[in-house]
């Protein structure tokens, strides 16, 4: 079966009343749910899961579709108007989306922030589409000393965009690379600064320390501010779409960052975060207005947002070409498809044809039908913006708290929420940037391992390690991305020395 | 004394107090570090070994830090880094509250604590008055009940209430 055949057949099944209703109510359902701190796509469908039980697998897999592209977008809502990233792939928008809305521009950071997501959701799913068997198999030469190549030059790039701000963000990157090591070590079974507490035995919820960087201190400042009184009420200035000026900073961003997220995507285990750092560090290096970032660019917002979609289709690739899982959501869909009785991998394309091309077509429903649904509500999510100050702020606490409990109903992860809420607003309070304390967490598992397995691979030789092709290539491009800044002074003294000379 | 303090600080200054965080990320790295000997360095042929990545990020965090902490001193003095303390100790009292609210929620279940806290948060911060407090503490408490427990199904802490929830 050729590609147009299968999108024929999966387009045939996405189109049925029933599976199109389910796209609907995935979608707005996943909107809801990506709004509430901690509750992410993953959680999103791991809660639906009891409820399709008897469902068809393809409709349910749709549901889940809807879900997994709607909670996608549904983060960047809070991100924008609350600053409460959902999870670890809204971190970014939240660092120029909050502060459009601060400006009055709530309305056109979520109208690029859905046009964005659209862009990049598009993107993604024309690429698995097209080159899903391809990129599967780059994906699989893509070896742990790759992998280790790629964590290091995430690092390197975030620290990068830490303009004025390098050694807080040093501090905070080595303290997030630091928490990641808590936890039962992966390759020998050592027990790692646990403290005998069995919710530190995985690990530091990354859940718990994000929202408590971000929600728990953002409703205590704001609680702070309604006690001193000099809460200002966000309000929405002109047109509630964005500027001509604003769509046109954007338009690239969002083309950019959809090519980065389905390309991180693809790899297994990197996902939404770090194709939303690279595409951020990345519309930073290219922006015309550097100097905006972090204070409500609109690029901030829309290359993010695209990598961030672009990164659910582009991790479907593995899930569904290999059988492995690319995203935390994607395993909780290996999960069901598992369930359900499917083995996904490179035969699900032959025996179960209706079930894959259903997938992929239902995703460019669930982008068409999730652009059309948001459009129409970014007035209705303004209105939050009008809810008493005192109110918000107590409920985003209360929200954050019980969300954080939720995921694994635990209070301790509720206790490590408010103890990152306590860290978060010294942070902001000292001016220490808190992304890079995400993505040291987030990477730091992965990096060590890949480091470890690839040694071992290589027989403890580091040469032959950084010999590999693409090794040398991302580490060269590391060693680039932090000597370019130190040499562009000089490549200008130089052409403005030679030319004063002729 | 470097010769150079012209200007007076403002106010609320008191730049003393940037020294907490370098001075605290620098006593969780040696924290973590006192740990490091007890890890159970078996290898299984694993050439780095799982000591290896904590002692690099200890080793990353130190030095972040004690370069952190020359960058304090260094703008320690300077009225243009003037650090407003206005409102801190406001904040601390906020910051205990909310981990009280949690702990309290281990003994006296969602509800009760949340319906405590919430109340207590409107009456003394936003100053509302005690009736329109507990209207609205009562209020918030039953929309997250409803979200959480009866819409997505999440067993909250019951406490005292027991079976009522």
Same mark, same amino acid.
């Not at chain 1, 808590?182 to 403290?195: E, H, P």
């Not at chain 1, 704001?222 to 779409?241: D, E, N, S, Y």
């Not at chain 1, 960052?257 to 560090?281: K, R």
């Not at chain 1, 992965?446 to 691979?457: G, P």
């Given at each position: ?10 387009? !045939? ?14 979608? $707005?359902?996943?909107? @809801? ?45 809070? !991100? ?7 999870? /670890?792939?809204?971190?970014?928008? +939240? ?18 922030? /859905? ?38 030059? #995430? ?74 009184? +000099? ?12 500027? =001509? ?10 083309? =950019?960052?959809?090519?980065?997220? %389905? ?11 770090? /194709? ?30 695209? #990598? ?12 569904? +070409? ?7 959501? +994607? ?17 699900? $394309? ?6 894959? @091309? ?86 730091? =598992? ?15 030789? @580091? ?30 003294? %130089? ?8 | ?113 949340? &319906? ?36 997505? &199904? ?8 027991? &079976?009522?929830?």
């Amino acid at each position: 079966m050729d590609t147009l055949q299968g999108l024929a057949l999966g387009f !045939s099944t996405s189109f049925a009343p029933v599976n199109l209703a389910l796209t609907v109510l995935g979608c $707005f359902l996943g909107i @809801w749910i990506g709004m509430m701190p901690g509750l992410g796509p993953a959680a999103g469908i791991a809660l639906l899961l009891p409820f399709t039980y008897g469902m068809d697998p393809t409709s349910a897999l749709i549901l889940f579709c809807g879900v997994y592209f709607g909670a996608m977008y549904g983060g960047s809502i809070s !991100s924008i108007l609350l600053a409460i990233p959902g999870d /670890a792939g809204s971190v970014m928008t +939240t660092l120029d989306g909050n502060p459009m809305a601060r400006k009055g521009r709530a309305g056109a950071a979520l109208f690029l922030s /859905a046009a964005s997501s659209f862009t990049g959701g598009t993107i993604g799913i024309v690429g698995l589409t097209l080159l899903a068997p391809t990129i599967s198999k780059l994906a699989i030469s893509f070896g742990p000393a790759e992998y280790f190549a790629l964590m290091v030059f #995430a690092l390197v790039g975030v620290v990068s965009f830490l303009q004025g701000a390098m050694v807080q963000g040093l501090v905070a990157v080595s303290f997030g690379l630091l928490l990641g090591t808590v936890g039962i070590d992966m390759q020998s079974g050592a027990m790692r600064f646990t403290l005998d507490q069995p919710e530190l035995y995985d690990g530091v919820s990354l859940i718990a320390v994000i929202v408590g960087l971000y929600s728990v201190s953002e409703a205590l400042e704001g609680m702070l501010h309604v006690k001193h009184g +000099t809460a200002t009420p966000m309000a929405q200035h002109g047109k509630i779409r964005a500027s =001509r000026a604003e769509w046109l900073r954007a338009r690239w961003a969002m083309v =950019r960052g959809g090519l980065i997220g %389905f390309i991180v995507g693809v790899l297994p285990g990197a996902g939404a975060t770090i /194709a939303t750092f690279f595409s951020y560090a990345t519309e930073m290096k290219l922006s015309k207005h550097p100097e905006e970032f972090g204070k409500g660019a609109p690029e901030g917002v829309a290359g993010p947002e695209a #990598a961030n979609n672009a990164s659910a289709s582009g991790a479907m690739v593995p899930l569904l +070409t290999l059988g492995i899982p690319g995203s935390g959501t +994607t395993a909780v869909m290996l999960g069901a498809l598992m369930i359900y009785g499917i083995q996904p991998g490179p035969q699900l $394309f032959t025996e179960h044809a209706a079930i894959a @091309w259903g997938v992929i077509s239902d995703l460019y429903v669930s982008n068409i039908v999730l652009v059309l649904m948001a459009i129409p509500l970014v007035g209705i999510f303004i209105k939050m913006l009008k809810i008493e100050q005192m109110l918000l702020n107590v409920g985003i606490l209360g929200i954050s708290i019980t969300g954080v409990y939720a995921v694994n109903l635990s209070l301790v992860e509720a206790a490590i929420a408010v103890a990152f809420g306590v860290l978060g607003f010294f942070m902001r309070r000292f001016g220490y940037p808190t992304a890079p304390l995400v993505l040291g967490l987030t990477l730091s =598992r992965l990096l060590e391992q890949s480091l470890r397995q690839a040694l071992i691979l290589e027989g403890g030789s @580091w040469l032959s390690l950084i010999q590999r092709p693409i090794v040398s290539m991302l580490l060269a491009a590391c060693v680039l991305v932090v000597l370019l800044p130190r040499l562009r002074p000089l490549l200008t003294r %130089f052409k403005s020395g030679s030319a004063t000379s002729q | 004394m470097n010769g150079t303090k012209t200007q007076p600080h403002a106010p609320h200054s008191a730049n003393w107090l940037r020294l907490i965080m370098p001075l605290s990320f620098i006593s969780l790295a040696i924290g973590f570090a006192v740990q490091l000997p007890g890890i159970d360095a078996t290898s299984n042929g694993d050439i780095l070994g799982p000591r290896w990545m904590p002692t690099v990020a200890v080793g990353a965090l130190l030095l972040s830090g004690g370069a952190d902490l020359v960058r304090t001193f260094r703008i320690n003095n300077d009225p243009a880094h003037a650090f407003d303390r206005s409102g801190l100790l406001l904040a601390v009292i906020l910051l205990i509250a909310t981990a009280a609210y949690v702990t309290a929620m281990a003994f006296l279940g969602y509800a009760l604590a949340s &319906g405590i806290f919430f109340i207590a948060l409107f009456y003394w911060i936003s100053s509302q008055g005690l009736v329109r407090s507990i209207w609205k503490g009562i209020g918030l408490t039953a929309v997250l009940v409803a979200v959480f427990h009866f819409v997505l &199904g999440i067993s909250l802490p019951t406490g005292p209430l027991g &079976g009522f929830l």
